[in-house]
């Protein structure tokens, strides 16, 4: 069969020529499709479940929430594992399904299970799904930030002021630094994301830092205790007064008039006068007993730059599109959306993943174009034929483009992984030995007949040549490919890792056997024409020289030659056993990720405030282009961290600009080291941001090697965690080695004192919705501006909330319409708590 195709390429050689061409811009049109990145992605298919619930604490979220939705999963068909991680006031379970589930199933069958439990979950816990995303997702961030100066202005108009204040357009005038980084998050939130989240392969639009605007109603304890008012009816009064309803039509004289009956609040004014009961026949307003004004949400999570607070959103690219492409998109996008923005208000961008793969890009195809490049030179130098060099070496970008399209049509995509596994010499390989014996044949069929051979001696002579080197050329390449058919088998994720590169590989060399039958033969009938020489030229001639006397002398002697040989083999393998060994090769992604930790319940605001210093003190090296930071939880919540964790970026400028380029990465870091060394309550991980995200993603956990301690006792696994770590770090090479912080977050604990609730009235559920209201705030309602919407809150001020003593004397309302301090049915004191919980697979980690 391969004979009677070898046949008919030469035979038909103009449309084997031509099919070719067809073949090659087909794959060019499949290479722009392709999908780009830097590095293969290597995340399981998974789905998380973000849930927040503001009020509880660790062991509450876990018992009430993380553990209800485990169980309800279980039993999803093709499910493999589950791991969620339970922090205060926030959980998140991530389902891992069996590679090749389909995602948008895995999350129609969450979701389904979802909705069932989400109506055993307390009240105000809220769960989502988290985005159709991967560790490569985070592909463009960028800071909301205002300028450094304020533009000139002719006369009072909005932007920033000389006194350092901002007026918006809308006039308000903004003060504070909390105002201000208020009206930042607004600007991100309503006019940035929702105009970014329409562009091509985005699967969302992340935000962290600022603060949600709200509208606040800070009630007096005092107030409301003299005019017999409590916290649960000032916020009912409130829903009650900002309601819009349709109330039908009204026909008159045939034309119906559509009912409106919009009672909504919109401004701090008609919340302060909405009413609330009344009292010897006088009302009771809002403003009587509280205070409205703007103040901001309960945060969980912050950002900075340069030691400045700022807004940074992240671009989360959807699974399975082209990084380079949506990054690009992104940068197009927010550029048209800058122009919007208010006045002396900046996009900035800080991380932009194209920069990585153009990088990545560049080094593939420079090794790709000197490897091609020297395989045409040695093709020239040993043929001796500089058509029969191009023929062969034409090979190369026709396979590559056609390797291309068969990449695109499995799912592939471009990466350093599966094109530098590309060897130019494997792939030329059945080429070369046709038109190697071809020109050998023709030239001696030449001499035979003294003359140039005829058309139809040509071709002949070009088929029975190319007829010969079948058998050699399949059984070479069977072999090559065979070496590679073992990485298919992989599992997890070396198979995602490895696989990619395998196929990629096989494709390869299948085109280029396909070609080496087909295309090779019919260039060679058509372009070696004239008089063809076959002979050893100087090089081969040099060659042939000094290796004949060496081949004499080995057959001359074999068993020397045999001992030789197994010393040489042994020693290499003694070699090979002192080499450095890793599971998968690390990129350098350029950046660098610096992870700050302090000790747990440090508040998210000192946690800012010292990471300003951070920030200041990295920002200075010479390397460093910009160092942006991320403290807390983000609002998709892909990467839950704690109020007293960072993720630093330290974003390097280009080799060039260093002042010794030639530095090596490892000595980046190593000065990173020293300049927050001297930063005193912290201690530090560096790792870099892809690598980061893909630990975290597969394992649960940020560094590369982790052990996990399972049990149900606290105490004793960190106790057993503490005793792995003290062995760990005693492994030569082991550095960074720390145990995860679990335990040591401060809370207050308020126990209610059954008795004393007994004698007054009182149940659980109204001492924990009066504690919940004053602390956590209880939502009453919305003020719409425009498109934009804003929560109004009841909550109690901050220096009484902050006060444990105020607390114990908040009035709680009884049933008899009399008030009782909290403290007299409730004991209040300091405890330690579980920083975090960690199960997997139903267990405690």
């Known amino acids: 069969m391969i004979a009677r195709i070898v046949n ?193 392969g985005l699967a969302g639009v992340d935000v ?106 992240t671009a989360v690219m959807r699974i399975g599109e082209n990084s380079r492409t949506v990054a690009a998109a992104v940068d197009v996008r927010l550029k048209e959306i800058a122009r919007s923005l208010p006045p002396d208000l900046l996009i900035r961008p800080v991380l932009d993943r194209t920069r990585l793969v153009d990088a990545t890009i560049k080094t593939v195809a420079t090794n790709l174009t000197e490897g091609a490049l020297l395989v045409i030179a040695v093709l020239f130098a040993l043929l001796g034929n500089l058509r029969a060099a191009l023929i062969a070496a034409a090979v190369i970008p026709v396979t590559m483009l056609m390797t291309s399209a068969g990449m695109l049509e499995a799912g592939l995509s471009a990466n350093l992984m599966s094109l530098g596994a590309l060897d130019f010499g494997l792939i030329v390989d059945g080429a070369v030995i046709i038109v190697e014996n071809a020109l050998r044949r023709i030239a001696e069929r030449q001499h035979a007949t003294g003359r140039i051979l005829t058309k139809a001696e040509r071709l002949e002579t070009v088929a029975a040549a190319a007829r010969e080197m079948i058998r050699p050329s399949v059984y070479g390449q069977a072999i090559i490919i065979l070496v590679y058919v073992p990485l298919l088998t992989f599992q997890g994720v070396e198979g995602r890792m490895f696989a990619p590169m395998a196929v990629t590989v096989i494709l390869a060399l299948v085109f280029a056997f396909v070609l080496s039958l087909t295309f090779v033969p019919a260039a060679i009938a058509l372009w070696l024409s004239r008089h063809v020489d076959e002979k050893e030229n100087k090089l081969v001639k040099a060659a042939s020289s000094s290796y004949a006397p060496w081949l004499d002398r080995a057959l001359a002697r074999p068993k020397l030659t045999g001992v030789l040989a197994a010393i040489g083999f042994a020693g290499a393998l003694g070699l090979f056993t002192t080499l450095g060994q890793e599971f998968l090769p690390t990129l350098d992604e350029q950046d660098v990720l610096l992870q700050v930790a302090r000790i747990p319940g440090t508040s998210l605001e000192q946690s800012q405030s010292m990471q300003f210093a951070v920030e200041k003190a990295v920002g200075k090296l010479p390397e460093v282009k910009l160092v942006f930071s991320r403290t807390g939880t983000a609002e998709l919540a892909a990467d839950p961290m704690p109020p007293n964790i960072t993720d630093t970026f330290v974003i390097v400028k280009d080799r060039s600009e260093w002042p010794e380029p030639r530095m090596s990465k490892a000595e980046l870091v190593e000065k990173i080291e020293k300049a927050v060394a001297g930063i005193p309550g912290q201690n530090y991980e560096l790792t870099q941001p892809i690598q980061m995200r893909f630990n975290e993603l597969l394992a649960g956990v940020r560094g590369d090697i982790a052990v996990k301690v399972y049990g149900d006792d606290f105490d004793a696994m960190l106790r057993t965690a503490e005793q792995v770590a003290a062995k760990l770090r005693a492994v030569e090479g082991a550095e960074d080695v720390r145990v995860e912080q679990v335990q040591g977050l401060p809370l207050l604990d308020v126990r209610l004192d059954r008795d004393a609730m007994a004698r007054v009235g009182l149940t659980a559920q109204d001492v924990h919705d009066t504690l919940a209201a004053a602390i956590a705030g209880r939502e009453a309602g919305s003020i719409y501006e425009g498109d934009r919407r804003f929560d109004v809150v009841v909550k109690l001020g901050e220096k009484t909330r902050n006060d444990v003593e105020a607390l114990r004397l908040l009035p709680v309302l009884t049933p008899s319409g009399s008030f009782v301090p909290l403290g007299s049915v409730a004991i209040l004191e300091p405890a330690k708590a579980p920083n975090q919980i960690s199960r997997e697979n139903g267990k405690r980690s």
């Open 208 to 313: 962290i830092g600022g603060y949600v605007k709200q509208y606040v109603v800070t009630p007096d304890p005092q107030r409301l205790a003299a005019l017999g008012v409590s916290l649960t009816m000032l916020g009912e009064a409130l829903e009650r007064n900002n309601t819009s309803a349709g109330a039908g039509v009204v026909v008159q004289n045939g034309e119906a008039l559509t009912v409106k009956a919009d009672a909504r609040i919109t401004s701090a004014e008609e919340l302060a006068k909405t009413v609330i009961t009344t009292r010897s026949g006088t009302p009771v307003l809002v403003s009587h007993v509280a205070t409205v004004g703007m103040g901001q949400e309960v945060r969980f999570g912050s950002a900075s730059e340069g030691g400045q607070e700022v807004v940074v959103g």
């Open 8 to 200: 008919f390429s030469v035979a038909r050689r103009w449309h084997v020529l031509i099919a070719t061409i067809l073949l090659s811009i087909l794959g060019a049109l499949a290479l722009t499709r392709l999908p780009i990145d830097a590095v293969p992605d290597i995340t399981n298919t998974q789905v998380q479940i973000n849930v927040v619930a503001p009020a509880l604490a660790p062991a509450d979220v876990e018992r009430q929430i993380t553990y209800p939705i485990e169980t309800a999963f279980a039993g999803i068909p093709g499910l493999e594992s589950t791991r969620s991680l339970t922090r205060h006031g926030f959980a998140q379970v991530t389902t891992v399904f069996k590679d090749g589930t389909d995602i948008y199933f895995a999350r129609q069958q969450m979701a389904e299970r979802l909705r069932a439990v989400e109506r055993s979950l307390p009240p105000g816990a809220t769960a989502s799904l988290g985005p159709i995303a991967t560790g490569l997702g985070d592909v463009y961030m960028w800071t909301v930030e205002y300028a450094s100066k304020p533009a000139p202005k002719a006369g009072p108009a909005a932007g920033l002021q000389a006194d350092g204040s901002y007026v918006t357009p809308e006039g308000e005038v903004l003060r504070s630094a909390a105002e201000k980084a208020t009206y930042l998050r607004t600007v991100q939130d309503w006019i940035v994301a929702p105009q970014l989240k329409n562009t091509e």
